[in-house]
């Protein structure tokens, strides 16, 4: 059985957010911090496609339709991943609105993290402000991954490949945290 997805930082079976959370706040690059946000909300996407215990494509479906009593019976029973069954269903039926309800999942997916990450920041200000660049950054993306979703249900969006600076980043973040750190560094003085 595939591991349920939470929506808490402190859970379990968050570590990719758990990760991201530590990346805003050692201060990571903006654009970084977008890619890598991408990435998690891609693979939390591709789980919920991809579970057959998950009705995803039945609960876009009755999102778009605007059936919120079918939508509610259908996300009752789900055990799997749960607490976003529980998210879709609380924010994807606004009554006189025409945003995309795969839009205001993936917005309320991004603002639940967002609001944990900002509470373990030491300084609310500058990571308000981080996490508002990296909201700028994302609008696009979100917008054309629920387009994405809205057209082709049952289609899980392909991950985003890293980009060269990502990788760059990932590596001097494992090289100053290995214990050759040291050592290298001072090889590399020496040169």
Do not use: C
């Not at 693979?43 to 339709?65: C, H, N, S, W, Y």
């Not at 990450?117 to 950054?137: F, N």
């Not at 100053?176 to 001072?186: F, K, N, Y």
């Amino acid at each position: 059985m595939a591991e349920n997805e939470s929506l808490d930082l402190s859970g379990r079976h968050s570590k990719r957010w758990r990760d991201l959370n530590d990346d805003f706040q050692r201060g990571l690059r903006t654009e970084l911090l977008a890619t890598r946000t991408t990435r998690n909300l891609v693979a939390v996407l591709r789980k919920l496609v991809k579970d057959p215990g998950f009705p995803f494509t039945e609960m876009i479906q009755l999102a778009l339709l605007g059936d919120r009593e079918a939508l509610d019976r259908i996300v009752r029973p789900v055990r799997a991943h749960h607490d976003y069954a529980r998210q879709f269903r609380v924010v994807a039926i606004v009554p006189n609105s025409e945003a995309n309800p795969v839009l205001r999942f993936l917005e309320s997916i991004f603002e639940t993290f967002m609001d944990q990450i900002r509470l373990e920041s030491p300084s609310l200000h500058e990571m308000d402000a981080r996490i508002g660049q990296v909201r700028t950054r994302l609008a696009p993306t979100l917008a054309a991954l629920a387009q994405q979703l809205t057209d082709d249900p049952t289609k899980a969006p392909p991950m985003p490949s890293r980009s060269s600076a990502e990788r760059a980043s990932a590596q001097h973040d494992l090289l100053s945290r290995s214990l050759l750190a040291a050592p290298v560094a001072q090889v590399g003085g020496l040169l």
